[in-house]
């Protein structure tokens, strides 16, 4: 059973998953581009946004991630506009959700929270015991909207990403249960 809190967006709008294809590929590297840079300098140094936009956004790597059978990739439109996006892969037992980014002027809406409730019942379907990911240990706002939607922290995680830059995450999983 997927259980969340009630969604905040405007009675009027629609949010819409859409999976991403090759052709979306450009649209998901100017999202990344502008959402990382809006909002994770007080996070990240921007020598570490410019280090690691490449690595997770660069054509190859999307094209790879697109090519996964085990993967999603989803693409976020409210009211037909892109607005962020999703990644998501069934790791047995578990799904690990990779990537849930949204422009910061949609923060606050529950867009985050009913992408979260969208991905937990792909998770149902895939019968997993969990959900779990990991989040930079300074973005209150994320574990916020993490806890709140039933995620615990599990761990500590510090992982070196080369170029003199550290990854310093918390790895939070949501337990599932089913019916």
Same mark, same amino acid.
């Given at each position: +059973?997927?259980?969340?809190?009630? +969604?905040?967006?405007?009675?009027?709008?629609?949010?819409?998953?859409?999976?991403?294809?090759?052709?979306?590929?450009?649209?998901?590297?100017?999202? %990344?581009?502008?959402?990382?840079?809006?909002?994770?300098?007080?996070?990240?140094?921007?020598?570490?946004?410019?280090?690691?936009?490449?690595?997770?956004?660069?054509?190859?790597?999307?094209?790879?991630?697109? %090519?996964?059978?085990?993967?999603?990739?989803?693409?976020?439109?409210?009211?037909?506009?892109?607005i962020?996006?999703?990644?998501?892969?069934?790791?047995?037992?578990?799904?690990?959700?990779?990537?849930?980014?949204?422009?910061?002027?949609?923060?606050?809406?529950?867009?985050?929270?009913?992408?979260?409730a969208?991905?937990?019942?792909?998770?149902?379907?895939?019968?997993?015991?969990?959900?779990?990911?990991?989040?930079?240990?300074?973005?209150?706002?994320?574990?916020?909207?993490?806890?709140?939607?039933?995620?615990?922290?599990?761990?500590?995680?510090?992982?070196?990403?080369?170029?003199?830059?550290v +990854?310093?995450?918390?790895?939070?999983?949501?337990?599932?249960?089913?019916?």
């Amino acid at each position: +059973m997927v259980n969340g809190p009630a +969604m905040r967006t405007d009675f009027n709008d629609k949010l819409t998953f859409k999976p991403a294809t090759t052709a979306d590929i450009p649209l998901i590297q100017s999202l %990344a581009h502008r959402i990382w840079h809006a909002y994770y300098p007080s996070i990240i140094s921007v020598a570490q946004i410019e280090y690691m936009l490449p690595r997770m956004y660069g054509e190859e790597v999307i094209t790879q991630e697109l %090519a996964d059978p085990n993967l999603r990739y989803d693409l976020l439109l409210l009211n037909d506009d892109p607005i962020g996006y999703a990644s998501y892969r069934f790791e047995s037992p578990s799904v690990f959700l990779s990537k849930l980014y949204l422009t910061p002027e949609t923060h606050g809406r529950g867009i985050g929270q009913r992408t979260l409730a969208h991905i937990a019942e792909f998770a149902q379907t895939q019968r997993a015991s969990s959900i779990y990911l990991f989040v930079n240990k300074r973005n209150e706002k994320a574990i916020r909207a993490y806890l709140r939607f039933g995620f615990v922290i599990e761990e500590a995680v510090v992982k070196d990403i080369g170029g003199g830059f550290v +990854m310093d995450d918390y790895k939070m999983r949501k337990h599932l249960t089913h019916d």
